[in-house]
């Protein structure tokens, strides 16, 4: 009997051996540490694309305008993220293939000086946004709108550089009167003693899985393959928090234990899990993208985006067996 487990424990090892180095190598790029782009850093650290027959290398490629050539040149076969920068690419006319989304909303809080009580007293007043018009400035013109005030004229947008951090700076300094913030920031700014003014969720996709027209016709089968490990890390990041906070530690550079479990449950219920864009999302993302670009607002829901592949995933029951066990 000992004989026949030592055999049988050494055939599961071969096969384990032989499945890792037979697995296909490529690379993701991603251009961001954000939370839309977590679940691609637990895939990775958790091996789970090996049951898939890839061996992926997820990179930090920062910034769009990076990350995009690095895709279409063939340097990496997957961007997850720069939504926006693939949009601009989509609208020149290069051949860059959305095929999934991590998320189709973002959780967003408004912080404001704590003598600030309602969104209507903003009028008159400086607001931080970082260099250019990108999700969070989408979010914060929008938020403005919906209070009855006008973002072009209401109020005074002030750049500043430094991501996040620099705008929660420049709020603590009262250089701004209020900026907008994404997870865990919001929660360290208010326990700062800032004030969260509104919390809110917009529909718009975030952690968008692209890859180019040519590797799509080439190979579609690595295409589906990659999709399938993604879904079947989402559903592990899900069900596996402290080994997911772990990966956030690492890849944030944060070991604020509140800080991380709050933005892993803000991302984890935000999830997708078969990583279809809600129409909602996608609109909402053209409609941003349209003021800059007004070509944006011509296109539809759907001609964006390559549905097929999720769609063909749903209809075998993958993912609903997946959350069956």
Known sequence: MRLRYLFAAAVVLLITFKAAHSAEKIRAAYPAIAPGLAPSWVTAEKRIWHKYGLDVETILVSGGARAVPALISD?????LGSDSGVTTAL???????RVG???NTLGSSLLT???VQAVQELKGKTLGISRGRDASYARLAKLLRDHGLNPDRDVKFLQIGGGENGRLSALKAGIIHGTMLFPPLDLIARNEGLKVLTKFDVATPAGGINTTAAILKQNRKLVVNFLKGYMDGIHYMIGHKDESLKVFYRYFQNSNEAAMSYLYDETARRLEKDLRASPESIRFHLDMAALDDPRAAKFTEKEFWDSSLVEEIRRSGFVEQLYKN
Not at 75 to 79: A, D, K, N, T
Not at 91 to 96: A, C, F, R, S
């Open 113 to 115: 000086q704590p003598a």
């Open 75 to 79: 340097s990496v076969q997957f961007l």
């Open 91 to 97: 609208l020149q006319g290069l051949p860059v293939v």
């Open 101 to 103: 989304v991590t998320m």
